[in-house]
């Protein structure tokens, strides 16, 4: 293979690389505030009872 297959290669793998340490550092800087974050619990709280609800007619 030619230098320059290589040059890509390596390049390619580079930008894969970075991106995947890129989104792992940025992974836990979002924060949610308390209120969405009791909004979502009451949300998910309320799927939960639908689904046993549905679960149980059936």
Do not use: T
């Not at 979002?30 to 639908?50: G, H, P, T, V």
Request: hydrophobic share 45%; glycine share 6%.
């Amino acid at each position: 293979m030619p230098l320059i297959g290589w040059v890509f290669i390596l390049l390619a793998i580079g930008l894969v690389l970075g991106s995947l340490f890129m989104l792992r550092d940025s992974a836990g800087k979002f924060r949610i505030s308390d209120e969405k974050m009791k909004k979502i619990q009451e949300r998910k709280a309320e799927l939960e009872a639908e689904e046993s609800a549905e679960d149980k007619e059936r």
